[in-house]
């Protein structure tokens, strides 16, 4: 039977961040995806935002590795010529009443290490982006935007060239316990495969705990619930009235961050992502809520003409939070937790995952 050093399991962001960082050690690396491409979902399917670390609890994995991570990913963009523009972040209060949230979120951000945001008040705003209604705002002039596609393929290319091998339309379906690591199960373009493997990283987004119920040994208190979550876009036609990112203030206990105003480094704008939790994965737009969209949007830009909205694309974070409850970490979960050597599952790789993906990478290399 083939055996191998090391399996990633998922082709996205994180995995391929896994595999490039760890085929740098001369190991033999395979990663499964089961898809037809890489970063088939939630990696290509988001705002495409590279974050400050500004919203997340103070000494969470999701706070201190989008902090790492931001610093390694605009490094790594400028190292491998994958376009990215730091074009900075309004957060605004619209409204007087939200001003003390504003605050509340500066004060997190600050106990998280991130100094560099600014204080503006209307005026201010109001030079920066006119057609903004706000009351108060923060500027991240640490925040901006990459080339999402360019990013994963500047991993595969630096994973392939330290001797990674890339198998797509594989699907692993069970991992059982070997003498000296896993037993690896699957089918690859139709047909059953077999390997062993001695560390085997699950990185498969979405499908994490499905492979996880499915491993031998793994206690089910070690699995947790996935709450899929569907985010709607929706693009802007014509030219964009804002230079910059604009973000309203979370709401209270929400799973998202607001519906947001997003560039690509072309210039276009769109909005999104909405909160639309779901019982199976599904990509469909949904149409109907541009009316919802227009309404929140309005908020902070009362200029919108609902007429330029057309629905885009969608993507679906995969979430440890059900609807009301409170947001929940990243899961890095290895031996020291579930005691099972070899394994290493994650869980709950939301956003700012694609922030956080190198650093990610570089916490499992330093566990191993």
């Given at each position: ?203 498969a987004g979405a499908f994490a705990q499905r492979l996880a119920a499915h491993s031998e040994g793994l206690a089910a208190a070690h699995i947790p619930r996935l709450h899929l979550c569907r985010g709607n876009y929706f693009s802007y036609s014509g ?130």
């Amino acid at each position: 039977m083939e055996r191998i050093d090391i399996l990633v399991i998922g082709a996205g962001a994180v995995g391929l961040a896994c595999a490039a960082r760890l085929a740098a050690a001369g190991r033999s690396l395979l990663i499964c995806e089961q898809e037809a491409q890489v970063g088939s979902h939630a990696s290509s399917r988001n705002s495409e935002v590279i974050h400050a670390g500004i919203y997340y609890p103070p000494g969470s994995l999701k706070a201190e590795l989008c902090i790492e991570g931001r610093a390694r990913l605009y490094a790594w963009c400028g190292q491998h010529q994958v376009a990215c523009q730091r074009l900075g972040k309004l957060l605004v209060a619209v409204e007087p009443a939200e001003q003390a949230r504003l605050e509340q979120l500066h004060a997190n951000a600050r106990a998280c290490a991130v100094e560099s945001l600014q204080v503006l008040d209307a005026r201010q705003v109001g030079a920066l982006e006119p057609a903004l209604r706000a009351h108060a705002g923060l500027l991240s002039p640490d925040s901006g935007i990459l080339d999402s596609h360019a990013y994963l393929q500047s991993l595969l290319a630096c994973a392939e060239q330290r001797g990674a091998q890339l198998a797509l339309h594989s699907r692993v379906e069970r991992l059982q316990r070997a003498a000296s690591g896993w037993r690896v199960e699957g089918s690859s373009q139709g047909e059953a495969f077999a390997l062993e493997a001695g560390l085997v990283i699950n990185a498969a987004g979405a499908f994490a705990q499905r492979l996880a119920a499915h491993s031998e040994g793994l206690a089910a208190a070690h699995i947790p619930r996935l709450h899929l979550c569907r985010g709607n876009y929706f693009s802007y036609s014509g030219r964009s009235p804002f230079r910059r990112l604009i973000y309203p203030l979370p709401e209270a206990n929400s799973a998202g961050l607001g519906i947001h105003a997003t560039l690509d480094l072309g210039g276009q704008l769109r909005f999104g992502p909405d909160v639309q939790y779901l019982q199976q994965l599904d990509y469909r737009v949904d149409a109907s809520r541009g009316e919802a969209f227009a309404m929140a949007i309005r908020r902070y830009f009362p200029a919108l003409d609902a007429q330029r909205l057309q629905p885009a694309y969608s993507g679906v974070r995969s979430k440890l939070c059900g609807p009301g409850e409170p947001a929940a970490d990243f899961v890095i979960q290895d031996s020291a937790v579930h005691g099972l050597p070899g394994l290493i599952n994650l869980f709950g790789i939301e956003s700012p995952g694609l922030t956080a993906s190198l650093a990610i990478a570089e916490r499992l290399a330093g566990t191993l």
